[in-house]
């Protein structure tokens, strides 16, 4: 194992701890106008993820379903919701209780 893996995994196990256990993380891939969102557990798997076309200040209503997502909230396909086993690559995340 490399150091550059060791300081990784150090990296990871602090955010882990930010986070409860019940609780969920909203990762947010900023772009001009199209904003990708992905709500993902402690162990990093993604619950629910969606893309939206609106300007990164009109992300309100987005955010609020992610915020229901987190919260174990019913997740309809036709609203983007997806289940899925795979990390969310995201660059921004805020913590949802």
Known sequence: ???G???RNA???RLRGLVP???AVIGI???DEK???AVIDHDVRVLARKT???KAFRLGEALDWAAGAGQGEEVH???GGVRADRAAVAAGAAAVR
């Open 21 to 23: 256990r019940d609780g």
């Open 11 to 13: 990296r990871r196990e």
């Open 52 to 54: 939206v076309r609106v």
């Open 35 to 37: 904003q990708a969102i």
């Open 77 to 79: 396909v036709g609203d």
């Open 5 to 7: 893996d060791r300081r």
């Open 29 to 31: 891939d900023l772009a």
């Open 1 to 3: 194992m490399t150091r």
